[in-house]
């Protein structure tokens, strides 16, 4: 059972749920019992309380039938120890501790926070008083109408927390946060215009942030009112301190304090970083303009790294980091926003953002609990400071944003899986996989030069072709060749030729390709997830809308977004407007999904709605498609459609003989004749056993042939 009288009466039981007290004379009786908590409190007194104007001469007996009752509702009945409601000679008793009624828990920490402040300890003294003071939410008891001759002790209770934010003020003067004060202590001092002690601290306040007439004005103004409305003069410590300020006095210095934080969070460079000439280059011109910004008074920086998994976007971000701390004294902040991390959902901005503030050196019972508030308090820590914000890992430009700074001062390096379009002032840096020779260096460095040393420079570049030259799978591959002394560069290779199974090659400890692809799958919606399965059936190098339309089962127009939302999600590229691929990593995740999520039925007519529309549009789309059309026909062949390779094959047989692609003319032929040879086989079986008499068996070849030949020509 929790009790909470610093603002309107709360109960609530062990499972947080709030506790109906019932009529008012109950909630009034437990008030009066629990503003006297841990001290008997006599009948007469709780029946003055129930009935302030005339009790009725049934008092006495109502006041017990009103215990009992609150006992059943607070389930206190029987109880041995705390929480209890004790009949004491004369009266009741409710006995609570500091974990059951706010009051305490106030009082508790209210004292732990002056022993600190006494014993020195200005920084435990301001946690444990702002922990106090933020249990207030009102004045005490503020919805329950209590007898007047009780307000003494309301004020009594109010006055306790005055002295509390005396001591709490006294802890942020000791840690030299006079700046950080004036808000507060001014509206104090509004509301309390005859206390000298916080006149005293508003003008120790004022004079340490510079304003030193301000803080005589304040002096002159509450001396005015003391002979005004008291006639009496200020107490001689505040005169004395007046004077103090008058002189300049050294007493009044603020103390020096532990000096700034300067945050260093930058996760270590790697020694075996490669390439990455030109973006290193762009990244490194982008951090010159912050001087000019700031010389302008515009915002920050922003260069918003992105990529696929695994083509090195931290990694990258990093590096830049380290080579340009030096231009950034005042810090180099890094938070991973785990936008995309196995098992845990991405950083709430709250929750990054009361990281960063620690780093920045604020306490933590000086954040705020308001995100608004924080990112405000955030901003303000930065302003005028160089400050690099590397914010790693991020999901949505709605999570970022409120860990932008304000300040021109700053440089902000994001990195995110997705083109965060939807930030403003965003330079873009889109990673592509390595340049060939880079690939093929830092499968050298990760692996060991021992290790590659004497090898064939054509096997090391097909290593990396089988990587994709993706950093990420060159990595892997490279630590698995380096921890098994066994193994040559010529027998990774060899493991890393099937198709089939090379994502399974491609895994070291934690390091997974497969696992990375999976978290970008499993970002995307239900629409895109199909698409993307779908595309790892698609034979051909590339593909447009309407042959993913097709693939699919949807519209054109349905389809062209589903691309480009897989193109934003780094997991399809557009090497040209209308045209997409996929990366040879992505395509065989996508076709190890496929298999796992779709049955053979789908994956059956998905095809034949794709292979479909290239026969039907062949024709008219035989100078772009080309390339599409004999992968088609090859396909189609190779796997039991022998009616859209033999259409494909009539088709094009002009085009190619016109266009002189004679190589390709004969692999496409020779696949129809292959497809039509399948054909005339069947009807030959068929053709067996109908003159044998078998006509079951007989019925069963023709039905496959026509089955195979669909829409071919005679």
């Not at 060749?481 to 994502?503: C, E, S, V």
């Not at 934690?510 to 698609?538: F, K, V, W």
């Not at 008499?693 to 019925?699: V, W």
Request: with cysteine; hydrophobic share 45%.
């Amino acid at each position: 059972m929790r009790f909470r009288v610093l603002g309107t009466l709360e109960v609530r039981s062990d499972g947080h749920r709030v506790v109906r007290l019932g009529a008012a004379k109950q909630r009034v009786l437990l008030a009066v019992l629990l503003l006297h908590v841990n001290r008997p409190v006599h009948v007469d007194r709780l029946v003055d309380a129930l009935w302030p104007q005339r009790p009725p001469r049934t008092a006495a007996v109502a006041l017990r039938t009103y215990v009992s009752a609150l006992r059943q509702v607070l389930g206190l009945a029987g109880r041995a120890e705390p929480p209890l409601l004790s009949t004491v000679p004369g009266g009741y008793e409710i006995r609570l501790t500091a974990a059951d009624l706010d009051l305490l828990t106030f009082e508790d920490l209210a004292a732990q926070g002056r022993r600190a402040l006494t014993a020195g300890r200005p920084g435990l003294a301001s946690e444990r008083l702002r922990g106090a003071l933020g249990l207030w939410r009102g004045r005490p008891f503020e919805d329950v109408a209590l007898d007047p001759r009780l307000e003494a002790e309301l004020i009594r209770l109010e006055e306790r927390k005055l002295a509390a934010q005396e001591t709490w003020i006294e802890s942020q003067l000791a840690l030299g946060h006079h700046d950080d004060l004036l808000a507060d202590l001014g509206a104090l001092v509004a509301e309390q215009p005859l206390r000298e002690h916080l006149h005293a601290q508003w003008m120790l306040a004022l004079y340490r942030s510079g304003r030193q007439a301000d803080a005589l004005r304040a002096y002159r103004d509450l001396r005015r009112r003391l002979n005004v409305d008291l006639g009496i003069e200020p107490s001689p410590p505040l005169q004395r301190l007046h004077q103090q300020i008058l002189g300049g006095h050294a007493d009044l210095a603020a103390p020096a304090g532990t000096p700034p934080v300067v945050p260093r969070e930058l996760p270590r460079d790697i020694a075996s970083f490669t390439g990455r000439t030109a973006e290193i280059a762009f990244l490194d011109e982008i951090a010159t303009v912050p001087d000019a910004a700031e010389a302008r008074g515009s915002s920050p920086v922003i260069g918003a790294v992105d990529g696929m998994a695994g083509v090195g976007k931290t990694t990258l971000a990093v590096h830049v980091a380290h080579r340009l701390a030096d231009r950034y004294p005042d810090g180099q902040l890094f938070v991973d926003l785990r936008g995309f991390t196995r098992g845990g959902a991405p950083v709430d901005p709250g929750d990054a953002l009361d990281q960063l503030l620690r780093s920045l050196g604020v306490p933590g019972d000086r954040i705020p609990h308001d995100p608004g508030a924080r990112a405000s308090l955030y901003r303000t820590r930065l302003a005028g400071r160089r400050v690099l914000v590397l914010l790693d890992n991020v999901a949505t430009e709605a999570q970022v944003r409120p860990l932008l700074p304000g300040s021109p001062t700053c440089l902000v390096l994001i990195t995110s899986r997705r083109r965060l379009a939807g930030l403003e002032d965003v330079r873009p840096l889109s990673l592509d996989v390595l340049p060939r020779a880079d690939a093929v260096t830092l499968f050298a460095r990760t692996a060991g030069e021992q290790r590659v040393s004497g090898e064939a420079p054509g096997l090391l570049a097909e290593i990396v072709e089988l990587c994709g030259r993706l950093p990420l799978a060159i990595r892997i591959a490279a630590a698995r060749l380096r921890i098994r002394p066994g193994w040559t560069p010529a027998h990774l290779a060899d493991r890393m030729r099937d198709h089939q199974h090379r994502l399974g090659e491609l895994e070291v400890g934690p390091l997974s390709i497969a696992a990375a692809l999976d978290l970008s799958y499993h970002h995307l919606t239900p629409g895109q997830q199909d698409m993307y399965r779908l595309l790892g059936l698609h034979p051909g190098p590339d593909i447009e809308p309407r042959a993913a339309a097709a693939l699919v089962g949807t519209t054109v127009e349905h389809a062209g977004r589903l691309l480009d939302d897989l193109v934003d999600a780094h997991l399809l590229q557009e090497p040209a407007p209308g045209r997409y691929r996929f990366h040879d990593l992505p395509r065989a995740h996508a076709s190890a999904t496929l298999a796992d999520e779709d049955t053979d039925h789908d994956r059956q007519e998905a095809l034949t709605r794709l292979f479909d529309h290239y026969v039907e549009t062949a024709s008219t789309a035989v100078e772009t498609e080309l390339a599409n059309l004999l992968a088609v026909a090859v396909h189609a062949a190779r796997h039991g459609r022998p009616a859209h390779a033999l259409g494909l094959s009539a088709t094009l047989h002009r085009h190619l003989h016109e266009c002189a692609r004679y190589d390709d003319a004969r692999v496409l032929h020779r696949t129809a004749v292959h497809a039509a040879k399948a054909i005339a086989d069947l009807c030959d079986l068929g053709d067996d056993h109908l003159t044998q008499g078998r006509f079951g068996p007989a019925a069963e070849y023709f039905e496959r042939a026509l089955k195979m030949v669909g829409t071919a020509p005679e």
